[in-house]
């Protein structure tokens, strides 16, 4: 009987602990730093109490572990996985066990930002055009739950974690959305982030779709290969994906497509990611029709930059879903007006210096809060006004009453983690908009 290691039971650990007890013949073990964690598992139906729980690394010694199924938010230098890799046992992943199990058409999805607009936007797509689709992964829907047979095309949002850990893992089609720096807090290095985002997309079975104006995917995929679907807003392409005026243009080989696609009023909806969905659908085979409608009817996720509220000539925009500052700097340079803008949180080990310029050119103000909030002020010289304020509550507060005194916008675009404050940027994001409601109707 193989001993299974789950290390984290948050919901990829507890998908996988489920999954290995509906297959049985294995013993599941798990593993949590957060007492908290264990007890919530312990109470989930069908799985707690049927796992044993490890107490410290030193439990490690009793079992001979086969497979550890480390928890995409663990670190590699955990010393529980450490120990086990050492001991001999084999990484496995939820991904790599979705792979070998789901008998669909599989579409990985990544980038520093912006992976799940073009995520959602895919799914779309192929559900327009008829297909039964799975929308999941880092997205927040756990993959393994989705292995019941019912889905013929799987959109895969996918993390550097995830990927990370499944050194095997091959999709259909691979996406590169853009590359920069996040999660040093958790990648050792900018390379080890970097080679985690691109290795998985020199082993995709069909095609790999990379927007190439990034100078990060550039950088990995300086010249084309047969495998590549090039895209670019810049330039025309003699194959591939561009943009002439109102269209979308797609070749490949003899096959050739033009999409309408009209900027939005809606910022944070980048031509890009529409770009970047469309070459999906049409390498896919979909029709420009279906592709067209499903650009129209899309509306990006919970978080994501979009006019929130709006008091006089003041519009307010929510980004929480901005966890790093490569996403802050598009969502201040895509707000057409200047604005206030709110930055703050659990910083992941990322230097703000990129966006100074961005800053003073283009903002009339910014409030920092949250637990790394003054460090990064600190570390910034900006000649517009800024002001530290510990709590975001307040910070929103503060942030909304410069706005309406300046009569500019204000962009809540924290460019860190919430965990400081909040379990998720889609807390963070319901408490702004309360805190701006309240505010703006009081
Ligand atoms: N834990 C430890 N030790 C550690 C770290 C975590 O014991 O050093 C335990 C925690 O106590 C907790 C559990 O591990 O009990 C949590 O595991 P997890 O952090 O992997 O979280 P999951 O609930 O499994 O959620 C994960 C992804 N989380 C992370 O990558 C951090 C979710 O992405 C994803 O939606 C979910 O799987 C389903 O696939 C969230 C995320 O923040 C949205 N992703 C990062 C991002 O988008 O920036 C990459």
């Given at each position: 009987?193989?001993?299974?290691?789950?290390?984290?039971?948050?919901?990829?650990?507890?998908?996988?602990?489920?999954?290995?007890?509906?297959?049985?013949?294995?013993?599941?073990?798990?593993?949590?730093?957060?007492?908290?964690?264990?007890?919530?598992?312990?109470?989930?139906?069908?799985?707690?109490?049927?796992?044993?729980?490890?107490?410290?690394?030193?439990?490690l010694n009793k079992l001979k572990v086969r497979c550890v199924v480390p928890s995409p938010g663990v670190?590699?230098?955990?010393?529980?996985?450490?120990?086990?890799?050492?001991?001999?046992?084999?990484?496995?992943?939820?991904?790599?066990?979705?792979?070998?199990?789901?008998?669909?058409?599989?579409?990985?999805?990544?980038?520093?930002?912006?992976?799940?607009?073009?995520?959602?936007?895919?799914?779309?797509?192929?559900?327009?055009?008829?297909?039964?689709?799975?929308?999941?992964?880092?997205?927040?829907?756990?993959?393994?739950?989705?292995?019941?047979?019912?889905?013929?095309?799987?959109?895969?949002?996918?993390?550097?974690?995830?990927?990370?850990?499944?050194?095997?893992?091959?999709?259909?089609?691979?996406?590169?959305?853009?590359?920069?720096?996040?999660?040093?807090?958790?990648?050792?290095?900018?390379?080890?982030?970097?080679?985690?985002?691109?290795?998985?997309?020199?082993?995709?079975?069909?095609?790999?779709?990379?927007?190439?104006?990034d100078p990060g995917v550039l950088h990995y995929f300086p010249s084309s290969s047969s495998r590549d679907?090039?895209?670019?807003?810049?330039?025309?392409?003699?194959?591939?994906?561009?943009?002439?005026?109102?269209?979308?243009?797609?070749?490949?080989?003899?096959?050739?497509?033009?999409?309408?696609?009209?900027?939005?009023?809606?910022?944070?909806?980048?031509?890009?990611?529409?770009?970047?969905?469309?070459?999906?659908?049409?390498?896919?085979?979909?029709?420009?029709?279906?592709?067209?409608?499903?650009?129209?009817?899309?509306?990006?996720?919970?978080?994501?930059?979009?006019?929130?509220?709006?008091?006089?000539?003041?519009?307010?925009?929510?980004?929480?879903?901005?966890?790093?500052?490569?996403?802050?700097?598009?969502?201040?340079?895509?707000?057409?007006?200047?604005?206030?803008?709110?930055?703050?949180?659990?910083?992941?080990?990322?230097?703000?210096?990129?966006?100074?310029?961005?800053?003073?050119?283009?903002?009339?103000?910014?409030?920092?809060?949250?637990?790394?909030?003054?460090?990064?002020?600190?570390?910034?010289?900006?000649?517009?006004?800024?002001?530290?304020?510990?709590?975001?509550?307040?910070?929103?507060?503060?942030?909304?009453?410069?706005?309406?005194?300046?009569?500019?916008?204000?962009?809540?675009?924290?460019?860190?983690?919430?965990?400081?404050?909040?379990?998720?940027?889609?807390?963070?994001?319901?408490?702004?908009?309360?805190?701006?409601?309240?505010?703006?109707?009081?």
């Amino acid at each position: 009987m193989g001993e299974y290691l789950i290390i984290g039971v948050g919901k990829t650990g507890t998908s996988v602990a489920r999954y290995l007890l509906r297959r049985g013949g294995v013993r599941v073990f798990l593993y949590d730093d957060d007492p908290h964690s264990i007890e919530r598992f312990q109470k989930e139906p069908g799985v707690g109490g049927r796992v044993e729980v490890l107490l410290n690394v030193e439990d490690l010694n009793k079992l001979k572990v086969r497979c550890v199924v480390p928890s995409p938010g663990v670190p590699p230098r955990h010393p529980v996985l450490t120990k086990a890799l050492d001991s001999g046992a084999e990484m496995l992943s939820d991904l790599v066990i979705f792979e070998r199990e789901f008998n669909g058409t599989i579409i990985g999805i990544t980038g520093t930002n912006g992976k799940t607009t073009v995520a959602g936007l895919t799914g779309d797509i192929f559900q327009r055009a008829g297909a039964k689709v799975f929308l999941g992964g880092n997205i927040g829907v756990p993959l393994l739950d989705a292995l019941d047979g019912k889905y013929e095309v799987a959109v895969l949002e996918l993390s550097s974690f995830q990927l990370y850990y499944s050194p095997t893992f091959r999709a259909h089609t691979g996406v590169l959305v853009n590359l920069d720096i996040d999660h040093l807090d958790w990648h050792p290095t900018v390379e080890h982030y970097h080679r985690s985002k691109v290795e998985w997309l020199h082993r995709v079975r069909m095609r790999r779709v990379l927007n190439v104006d990034d100078p990060g995917v550039l950088h990995y995929f300086p010249s084309s290969s047969s495998r590549d679907f090039r895209v670019s807003l810049m330039r025309t392409m003699e194959s591939g994906g561009w943009k002439e005026e109102n269209f979308l243009y797609f070749k490949n080989g003899t096959r050739f497509a033009r999409v309408t696609f009209s900027e939005r009023t809606l910022p944070g909806f980048y031509a890009v990611d529409a770009a970047l969905a469309a070459s999906v659908g049409f390498l896919h085979g979909i029709g420009k029709e279906i592709i067209e409608e499903a650009i129209v009817h899309f509306r990006p996720a919970e978080g994501r930059l979009r006019i929130v509220n709006r008091v006089g000539a003041v519009h307010i925009y929510d980004d929480s879903k901005a966890t790093n500052p490569h996403a802050t700097l598009h969502a201040i340079l895509a707000v057409p007006r200047k604005c206030v803008v709110m930055i703050g949180g659990l910083n992941k080990s990322l230097s703000f210096k990129p966006l100074e310029k961005a800053l003073n050119e283009h903002c009339a103000g910014v409030i920092f809060f949250g637990k790394d909030g003054r460090s990064i002020m600190e570390d910034l010289n900006l000649t517009i006004p800024s002001r530290y304020i510990p709590a975001m509550r307040d910070a929103v507060k503060e942030a909304l009453n410069l706005a309406r005194e300046l009569q500019v916008d204000l962009l809540f675009s924290p460019g860190c983690a919430s965990f400081d404050e909040f379990s998720s940027y889609l807390e963070r994001s319901r408490v702004f908009r309360e805190i701006v409601e309240a505010e703006i109707s009081a």
